[in-house]
Antibody, heavy 119, light 110 residues
Framework: EVQLLESGGGLVPPGGSLGLSCTAS????????MTWVRQAPGKGLEWVSS????????YYADSVKGRFTISRDNSKSTLYLQMNSLRVEDSAVYYC????????????WGQGILVTVSS | QSALTQPPSVSGSPGQSVTISCTGT?????????VSWYQQHPGKAPKLIIF???KRPSGVPDRFSGSKSGNTASLTISGLQAEHEADYYC??????????FGTGTKVTVL
């Protein structure tokens, strides 16, 4: 059974930093592109960043480019998101998601972790 | 970058069919066959129900169907049931490894 479990969320002041983790199980982690998607309270979904299975290719939404860094440790089946220079508008539930190979589709999602940026 | 346009809400009685539209541009919905749909119940993670415009993952009933015409994709739920009351989001690949999600549609079963 595929499972994705996010951790690391919490309250951080504007301008601060926070790191998220997503631990995966139930599939060959290194074979799949992994993605972070966020959802502000009461709002819709927003793609944040994706990372290829090998970790060699990264993609970011314009809204987080230069501030967020996606990475992975395939030996630990874990995806990371380092968030710096956080803004109030970065407050959201952050989901990690597994991509279906070659379809640009997310077939499994974690339960989400809340990040609140506030003074 | 901007979200795909969906109606804020649709409703129907049990047993009826409802259709949700998802309008983008020729650079996303109209340019690729990579439209997917997700169902999200309150407080839960999204669940994939349609991918590649019209394909259903294993375990998703055939009362969910997808289609696309030009820059607009559609999701139809046939035989509406109480359990279908949820938020629905479309998503499209937009080239250069970027994705857009739709604005979301709340389905209400009357």
């Amino acid at each position: 059974e595929v499972q994705l479990l996010e951790s690391g969320g919490g309250l951080v002041p504007p301008g601060g930093s926070l790191g998220l983790s997503c631990t995966a199980s139930g599939f060959t982690f290194s074979s799949y592109t992994m993605t972070w998607v966020r959802q502000a309270p009461g709002k819709g979904l927003e793609w944040v960043s994706s990372l290829s299975g090998s970790g060699s290719t990264r993609y970011y939404a314009d809204s987080v480019k230069g501030r967020f860094t996606i990475s992975r440790d395939n030996s630990k089946s874990t995806l990371y998101l380092q968030m710096n220079s956080l803004r109030v508008e970065d407050s959201a539930v952050y989901y990690c998601a597994k991509e279906v190979a070659a379809t640009f589709t997310f077939d499994y999602w974690g339960q989400g972790i809340l990040v609140t940026v506030s003074s | 970058q901007s979200a795909l346009t969906q109606p804020p809400s649709v409703s129907g009685s049990p047993g009826q069919s409802v259709t949700i539209s998802c309008t983008g541009t020729s650079s996303d919905v109209g340019g690729y066959a990579y439209v997917s749909w997700y169902q999200q119940h309150p407080g839960k993670a999204p669940k994939l129900i349609i991918f590649d415009v019209s394909k259903r993952p294993s375990g998703v009933p055939d009362r969910f169907s997808g289609s696309k015409s030009g820059n607009t994709a559609s999701l139809t739920i046939s035989g509406l049931q109480a359990e279908h009351e949820a938020d629905y989001y479309c998503s499209s690949y937009a080239g250069s490894y970027t994705y857009f999600f739709g604005t979301g549609t709340k389905v209400t079963v009357l």
